[in-house]
């Protein structure tokens, strides 16, 4: 009788499968995706997971035997895999990685050892009184009873559009209750005993779409996200792939985050993805650097099921598909219940600076609403989206300017530690009062972050209750839980924060909210730069729709001359969207171009130009790319590696895939070269 062999992914980053003989003893329980332990290395064990099954033994190889097979049934199904294929060739990554990602860590041989965020994760067969989660109420608003007709009309519509298109954009203003049409959509969409997956951005958008769900009567619902121990994200794969083993099988709601798209799916009937333009869907680091949203797509085609993206300000990829016929589009234009639309003001810095009306950070418009908030016992919301004390320190006798050893990238000033700190590596050092260069005890800081903000504020008005909310001051969960909580009880007078402030707040109290600079965030060096502002501003807009009474929402600036803002005052992101996707048509950029990031690192700056000078080369060779680079990015140097950057643009046709076969073959021949295979590549298609 001849040798089994199997033919195995290991959780590593390197292209390609390994083959291992299956022991006569353990032959019988060794089947397609199930998961094995292997032998790697001279002393290592690894979980694999087992993709082929043959008896064609390697020539000219010794192979290993698996060690044991740890399951009694398969881990994934053929379809789970036919995602996983498609996001390792879509992607340009291993195989491997998609692995990594997609298994809950606990099923892997590394223990995670970090401490679980405090989200519920454990399900219940909801009867509709929701007694299983008395712990989640208060979060949120309880469901109201009953939608408006608008609602209704936008549910309709979506179902009924599901006949011609398989994807609806649901384009609803801020406050119009869009979770409540997803509901009703989801009581409406046939699917009896059927998935349906309910996918948000981030991690603490979770309970607020947890105490709408458990309100369905007869549903099983199960949650999926980073906050869960190993423990909890292994059982809720488990529920997912023996979903329909008992009959009747109750419908079953998976809630989550973008990691959700791998779980097991046998029967899924219905996919949302809600604040689909959220750049928290882009995976960017580490591989595979998938877009959830698209994937979500994609699992909709995989199992023949209808997808809904929600969004007050959709993503222009997605709007360019609804207005091009691919997707069906669907408007609320009506806000649910009591909103009115907070005042928007725009605040000249430069004018204000050239007055000396300046009252330290703020405006004198900024200033005058500010106090008469805190006069009338409300709350205020600011935003400086850097954090830190000071941008950096610099030298008024010399002009130095104290930078990171190991990054090509100034050290930001922290004052609350007393320390100068790297924000690509970590790197610490103390505050310095003397110039190490000169000598001269002049050293000046430049720039404002979140830390300085706090503290000119705190001076102006020394009577009132300031927090800050950044990644210094809520490191862990629970920390920004407190902050959150602290603000929502009316404990917090003034909350200052990067934009990780306003995700997850929920609150009628804010008489005034600000962008304290918005020309940061405005005049980024990326072609996405006004519409991730549109988004962040409009999200600050939102806040204050049910503000009671109405509050008014003031940005600083020193370009008000910009038409940006005259389409967000106008409320008119149509109107956006139309005019700057036009632009991008003009430059080939997404939504009409695909684009392609290749990033190159290595500890030799003479062999990264050599190499990335190659292989722009070679792209360049091939006439329907139009290719950008090799440039060293704003900070070409990171933890001890030199960066250089190289952009693809391609058409988005057969021209464009041709790209994911290309690149994977270029990057192996230039690994070859002499003195190049210590480069590290990372292709990153549809970067956010």
Same mark, same amino acid.
């Given at each position: 009788?001849?040798?089994? %062999?199997?033919?195995?992914?290991?959780?590593?980053?390197?292209?390609?499968?390994?083959?291992?003989?299956?022991?006569?003893?353990?032959?019988?329980?060794?089947?397609?995706?199930?998961?094995?332990?292997?032998?790697?290395?001279?002393?290592? *064990?690894?979980?694999?997971?087992?993709?082929?099954?043959?008896?064609?033994?390697?020539?000219?190889?010794?192979?290993?035997?698996?060690?044991?097979?740890?399951?009694?049934?398969?881990?994934?199904?053929?379809?789970?895999?036919?995602?996983? *294929?498609?996001?390792?060739?879509?992607?340009?990554?291993?195989?491997?990685?998609?692995?990594?990602?997609?298994?809950?860590?606990?099923?892997?041989?590394?223990?995670?050892?970090?401490?679980?965020?405090?989200?519920?994760?454990?399900?219940?067969?909801?009867?509709?009184?929701?007694?299983?989660?008395?712990?989640?109420?208060?979060?949120?608003?309880?469901?109201?009873?009953?939608?408006?007709?608008?609602?209704?009309?936008?549910?309709?519509?979506?179902?009924?559009?599901?006949?011609?298109?398989?994807?609806?954009?649901?384009?609803?203003?801020?406050?119009?209750?869009?979770?409540?049409?997803?509901?009703?959509?989801?009581?409406?969409?046939?699917?009896?005993?059927?998935?349906?997956?309910?996918?948000?951005?981030?991690?603490?958008?979770?309970?607020?779409?947890?105490?709408?769900?458990?309100?369905?009567?007869?549903?099983?619902?199960?949650?999926?996200?980073?906050?869960?121990?190993?423990?909890?994200?292994?059982?809720?794969?488990?529920?997912?792939?023996?979903?329909?083993?008992?009959?009747?099988?109750?419908?079953?709601?998976?809630?989550?985050?973008?990691?959700?798209?791998?779980?097991?799916?046998?029967?899924?009937?219905?996919?949302?993805?809600?604040?689909?333009?959220?750049?928290?869907?882009?995976?960017?680091?580490?591989?595979?650097?998938?877009?959830?949203?698209?994937?979500?797509?994609?699992?909709?085609?995989?199992?023949?099921?209808?997808?809904?993206?929600?969004?007050?300000?959709?993503?222009?990829?997605?709007?360019?598909?609804?207005?091009?016929?691919?997707?069906?589009?669907?408007?609320?234009?009506?806000?649910?219940?009591?909103?009115?639309?907070?005042?928007?003001?725009?605040?000249?810095?430069?004018?204000?600076?050239?007055?000396?009306?300046?009252?330290?950070?703020?405006?004198?418009?900024?200033?005058?609403?500010?106090?008469?908030?805190?006069?009338?016992?409300?709350?205020?919301?600011?935003?400086?989206?850097?954090?830190?004390?000071?941008?950096?320190?610099?030298?008024?006798?010399?002009?130095?300017?104290?930078?990171?050893?190991?990054?090509?990238?100034?050290?930001?000033?922290?004052?609350?530690?007393?320390?100068?700190?790297?924000?690509?590596?970590?790197?610490?050092?103390?505050?310095?009062?003397?110039?190490?260069?000169?000598?001269?005890?002049?050293?000046?800081?430049?720039?404002?972050?979140?830390?300085?903000?706090?503290?000119?504020?705190?001076?102006?008005?020394? *009577?009132?209750?300031?927090?800050?909310?950044?990644?210094?001051?809520?490191?862990?969960?629970?920390?920004?839980?407190?902050?959150?909580?602290?603000?929502?009880?009316?404990?917090?007078?003034?909350?200052?924060? +990067?934009?990780?402030?306003?995700?997850?707040?929920?609150?009628?109290?804010?008489?005034?909210?600000?962008?304290?600079?918005?020309?940061?965030?405005?005049?980024?060096?990326?072609?996405?730069?006004?519409?991730?502002?549109?988004?962040?501003?409009?999200?600050?807009?939102?806040?204050?729709?049910?503000?009671?009474?109405?509050?008014?929402?003031?940005?600083? +600036?020193?370009?008000?001359?910009?038409?940006?803002?005259? %389409?967000?005052?106008?409320?008119?992101?149509?109107?956006?969207?139309?005019?700057?996707?036009?632009?991008?048509?003009?430059?080939?950029?997404?939504?009409?171009?695909?684009?392609?990031?290749?990033?190159?690192?290595?500890?030799?700056?003479?062999?990264?130009?050599?190499?990335?000078?190659?292989?722009?080369? *070679?792209?360049?060779?091939?006439?329907?790319?139009?290719?950008?680079?090799?440039?060293?990015?704003?900070?070409?140097?990171?933890?001890?590696?030199?960066?250089?950057?190289?952009?693809?643009?391609?058409?988005?046709?057969?021209?464009?895939?041709?790209?994911?076969?290309?690149?994977?073959?270029?990057?192996?021949?230039?690994?070859?070269?002499?003195?190049?295979?210590?480069?590290?590549?990372?292709?990153?298609?549809?970067?956010?």
């Amino acid at each position: 009788m001849s040798d089994s %062999y199997a033919e195995v992914i290991l959780p590593i980053p390197v292209r390609g499968r390994f083959t291992y003989r299956i022991p006569e003893e353990i032959g019988q329980a060794v089947a397609l995706f199930m998961r094995v332990i292997v032998p790697v290395g001279k002393n290592k *064990q690894s979980t694999g997971l087992v993709t082929a099954i043959h008896t064609q033994h390697p020539e000219g190889m010794f192979v290993k035997e698996i060690t044991s097979v740890p399951d009694d049934q398969p881990f994934i199904r053929p379809v789970n895999f036919d995602l996983w *294929q498609w996001i390792s060739r879509y992607y340009i990554c291993a195989e491997g990685d998609v692995l990594k990602a997609a298994f809950p860590s606990g099923r892997l041989p590394a223990k995670s050892k970090r401490k679980p965020k405090k989200i519920p994760a454990n399900s219940a067969l909801q009867t509709g009184d929701g007694s299983e989660q008395d712990h989640l109420k208060g979060i949120v608003d309880p469901v109201p009873v009953g939608l408006s007709a608008a609602q209704k009309k936008a549910a309709g519509l979506i179902v009924s559009q599901f006949q011609q298109k398989k994807v609806v954009l649901l384009q609803g203003i801020n406050g119009c209750g869009k979770t409540l049409v997803y509901l009703q959509c989801i009581q409406d969409i046939p699917g009896q005993g059927k998935q349906i997956l309910f996918l948000v951005p981030e991690t603490f958008h979770v309970p607020q779409v947890w105490d709408h769900l458990a309100g369905l009567p007869g549903k099983q619902v199960l949650m999926y996200h980073s906050g869960m121990n190993d423990k909890e994200r292994t059982k809720t794969w488990e529920q997912v792939y023996r979903f329909g083993e008992e009959v009747p099988a109750h419908p079953q709601i998976i809630l989550g985050t973008r990691s959700s798209i791998f779980l097991p799916f046998s029967k899924l009937g219905l996919v949302i993805v809600d604040d689909e333009h959220h750049d928290s869907f882009k995976q960017s680091d580490p591989s595979p650097r998938y877009q959830a949203r698209d994937m979500a797509v994609l699992l909709g085609s995989q199992h023949n099921c209808p997808v809904i993206l929600g969004s007050a300000t959709p993503s222009f990829e997605s709007l360019h598909n609804a207005s091009t016929g691919k997707y069906g589009l669907v408007h609320l234009s009506e806000r649910f219940g009591p909103t009115r639309l907070p005042e928007l003001i725009l605040a000249d810095m430069s004018v204000a600076r050239k007055k000396r009306q300046m009252h330290n950070i703020l405006t004198p418009e900024l200033f005058r609403a500010l106090e008469a908030t805190l006069q009338s016992g409300e709350q205020a919301l600011f935003i400086q989206n850097r954090r830190g004390y000071a941008s950096f320190l610099q030298c008024s006798g010399c002009g130095h300017i104290p930078q990171c050893p190991a990054c090509n990238v100034n050290l930001t000033s922290h004052l609350s530690r007393n320390q100068l700190i790297c924000h690509y590596c970590g790197y610490k050092t103390p505050l310095m009062q003397i110039c190490p260069r000169c000598g001269s005890p002049e050293m000046k800081s430049r720039g404002s972050g979140t830390e300085k903000a706090e503290s000119d504020i705190s001076a102006l008005f020394p *009577q009132a209750r300031i927090s800050r909310l950044d990644k210094d001051t809520a490191s862990t969960s629970r920390r920004r839980s407190g902050i959150i909580a602290s603000m929502e009880n009316k404990e917090t007078d003034i909350l200052v924060g +990067t934009q990780m402030a306003i995700n997850g707040l929920e609150t009628k109290n804010i008489g005034v909210a600000a962008i304290l600079n918005a020309d940061l965030m405005l005049n980024m060096a990326d072609f996405r730069s006004w519409e991730k502002s549109y988004h962040l501003f409009q999200q600050l807009v939102s806040l204050l729709i049910r503000a009671e009474p109405p509050g008014k929402v003031i940005f600083q +600036t020193t370009q008000p001359e910009l038409p940006f803002y005259q %389409y967000l005052f106008d409320q008119n992101y149509q109107g956006f969207y139309e005019d700057f996707s036009e632009e991008r048509r003009l430059f080939k950029y997404p939504p009409w171009h695909r684009l392609t990031k290749i990033t190159l690192k290595h500890r030799n700056n003479g062999i990264l130009e050599q190499a990335s000078a190659i292989m722009a080369s *070679q792209l360049r060779s091939y006439p329907h790319f139009q290719v950008l680079g090799p440039e060293a990015p704003a900070s070409g140097k990171q933890r001890g590696l030199f960066i250089r950057e190289i952009w693809i643009k391609s058409p988005r046709n057969h021209q464009a895939v041709a790209l994911q076969d290309l690149l994977p073959e270029l990057i192996a021949q230039l690994k070859k070269i002499p003195g190049n295979s210590g480069i590290s590549i990372s292709p990153d298609v549809d970067p956010g």
